[in-house]
Nanobody
Framework: VQVVESGGGSVQSGGSLTLSCVVS????????MGWYRQTPGDERKSIAF???????NYIDSVKGRFTISRDDTKNTVHLQMNSLKPEDTAVYYC???????????????WGQGTQVTVSS
């Protein structure tokens, strides 16, 4: 199973970016899909997730600016980021909970990360 992010880059404060994450490989079901971010010297933190039935949750600092969405027909999750601020600068990681074929165990699979840089 592979999880691959795309869409990172550099923008000015107030700008927008959309991150995408595609899941591929041999799996039987995808459950929660989420986005985390990490800055140097800090721990990786959850910022948004969407459950299998479509419920979403955000940390306070991104509420109203970021929108997470999933497309189960394409095994993808997106993070639309608007009104970006310099403090949003981080490496963003996709995390997916899924079951692989032949197993009832829930695996947490990470992408490789994508850099988002917001300049003032």
């Amino acid at each position: 199973v592979q999880v691959v992010e795309s869409g990172g880059g550099s923008v000015q404060s107030g700008g927008s970016l959309t991150l995408s994450c595609v899941v591929s490989g041999s799996f039987s079901a995808i459950y929660d899909m989420g986005w985390y971010r990490q800055t140097p010297g800090d721990e990786r933190k959850s910022i948004a997730f969407v459950t299998k039935d479509g419920r979403t949750n955000y940390i306070d600092s991104v509420k109203g600016r970021f929108t997470i969405s999933r497309d189960d027909t394409k095994n993808t999750v997106h993070l639309q980021m608007n009104s970006l601020k310099p403090e949003d600068t981080a490496v963003y990681y996709c995390n997916v909970d899924l079951k692989v074929v032949g197993s009832d165990y829930l695996h947490a699979v990470w992408g490789q990360g994508t850099q988002v840089t917001v300049s003032s």
